[in-house]
C-alpha cells in the first residue's frame, strides 16, 4: 500500500517562504511525475506543480512561476516544494501527488495522494 506523507505547512506572514516535503512509503516501485495541488476554500483542487521521474520536465501554475521551485529525490521518493514570496491568495490545503505515468496538472492522472498540509499565509 502506497502513503504519502506531506509536512512543512504552516502559518506564515506575506512574503515569507515555507518548503513543503512528501515521502512515499509502500510498494511505489517507480513514483512517474510528482506533484502538487492545492484546494483554497470553496474553490476547486488546482493543480501548482509536477516535476517528472528524470526531473528533466517541469510545469507550473502561472501565478506560482518564478516563487515556487518543485524538486525531488527518487532515492528518498520524495518530492519538495519551496515556496518563496508567499501571498494570501497561495492560503490553501497542499497536496502531494504521485504515480502519473506522463508529466500532468491534471489530477485525474495520479494515482496517490498525501492527506494534505494547510498553508496560511497572513497579510
Known amino acids: 500500500q502506497v502513503q504519502l506523507v506531506e509536512s512543512g505547512g504552516g502559518l506564515v506572514q506575506a512574503g515569507g517562504s515555507l518548503r513543503l516535503s512528501c515521502a512515499a512509503s509502500g510498494r511505489l516501485f517507480r513514483s512517474h511525475a510528482m506533484g502538487w495541488f492545492r484546494r483554497a476554500p470553496g474553490k476547486e483542487r488546482e493543480f501548482v506543480a509536477v516535476m517528472s521521474e528524470s526531473g528533466d520536465i517541469t510545469h507550473y501554475l502561472d501565478s506560482v512561476k518564478g516563487r515556487f521551485i518543485i524538486s525531488r529525490d527518487n532515492a528518498k521518493n520524495s518530492v519538495y516544494l519551496q515556496m518563496n514570496s508567499l501571498k494570501p491568495e497561495d492560503t490553501a490545503v497542499y497536496y502531494c501527488?504521485?504515480?502519473?505515468?506522463?508529466?500532468?496538472?491534471?489530477?485525474?492522472?495520479?494515482?496517490?495522494w498525501g492527506q494534505g498540509t494547510q498553508v496560511t499565509v497572513s497579510s
Open positions: 501527488a504521485a504515480g502519473a505515468q506522463y508529466t500532468s496538472w491534471s489530477s485525474s492522472d495520479y494515482r496517490y
